[in-house]
């Protein structure tokens, strides 16, 4: 796993966190081997760096504010990449209990991208799915980088339709640039494997909620993300395409500037998705991205998970079908402008 990652954007961020290092080793060497002078009590001689240690804090505290609340599209993807970002294995880690891990497609195989099984969230049974990308070499190699093949998404739907047997919820976490594009995965029906999943997944009698948490790319991120409610972490992306991929295919080129021309023009951050009404709704990450604090971006995340589904529960069998068809039926609509009228021609003209 990397120790240390810093983002072009951050190096503000970095330099300050360095200094409050510094400083607070400093105030604690001061009161290790300085010794009480008469008349002068210990708390005053450890008030001076104790003062510029809060000055750091709070300053580092304002650029972060500053740098995140106007993150650019391009910026929000590598956000999405950190590889200390929490994965599935981290959010089932600090909000689930009892997880009991299902593997194995019952067809060819187990694909370590595709994180399955069963554990408890807020106290309620269900079945968590997920991507995992790998968090060193070893594993990223294993996972390949978050990128499932075929057998990932039927053992996600095998387990899925266990779930629906046994009437448990179902919560899947998506974080992939894309399904694996390799020559096995594609002998093996890639595109079939996401399309019955997205088939089957629409017809599953039981409340699912999807969220990314990551990166949400393409098919990829479909073949798992049909449900009842979808969100998005506040920086992470969805989109029909990587910014890298869709460069290359307008620019033939993907560099710096065609990368972030490309992610301008996907509207692939959570407020545009938001905004077009692909996602129901934004769940807010700590202060600086969810790297830097795992634990509160999993209370944010079961929070939500649990508030929704205490309304979905409420609802039928039918209703739970009926309002996940309508609800992606909705996705694309748009109005048609009724053409000018034309004015009459004369003689003359």
Known sequence: MSTFYQLEFEKKVTELDLRIEQAQQGSKALGAEIPA??????????????EDVA?????????????YKKLSPWNTVRVARHPNRPQTRDYIKHM?????????????????????????????????????????????????FGCAHPEGYRKALAKMKLAEKFGLPIVTLVDTPGAYPGLGAEERGQAEAIAVNMLEMSRLKVPIVSIVIGEGGSGGALGIAVADRVSMLAYSWYSVISPEGCAAILWKQANEQTNTAAA?????????????????????????????????ASANLEAWI????????????????????????????????????????????
């Open 37 to 50: 002078l008469p008349g002068i009590a210990e708390q005053e001689m450890a008030a001076a760096p104790a």
């Open 264 to 296: 301008d023009s996907l509207k692939l951050t959570a407020a545009d998705n938001l905004k077009l009404g692909i996602v129901d709704s934004i769940i807010k990450e700590p202060l600086g991205a969810a790297h830097r604090n795992h634990e509160e």
């Open 96 to 144: 689930c209990r009892d997880f009991c891990e299902l593997a194995g497609d019952r067809r060819f195989g187990d694909d370590p991208a595709m994180v399955t099984g069963f554990g408890r969230i807020g106290g309620r049974k269900c079945l968590i799915v997920g991507h995992q990308k790998g968090k060193d070499t070893h594993e990223k190699l294993a996972c390949h």
């Open 306 to 349: 649990t508030a929704q589904f205490d309304e979905l529960v409420q609802l039928t069998p039918e209703d739970l079908v009926n309002q996940r068809y309508e609800r992606f039926r909705k996705l694309g609509d748009y109005d048609v402008c009724p053409e000018p009228p034309t004015s009459p021609q004369t003689d003359e003209e």
């Open 55 to 67: 000055k750091l804090i709070k300053e580092r505290t304002r650029t972060l504010k500053r740098v």
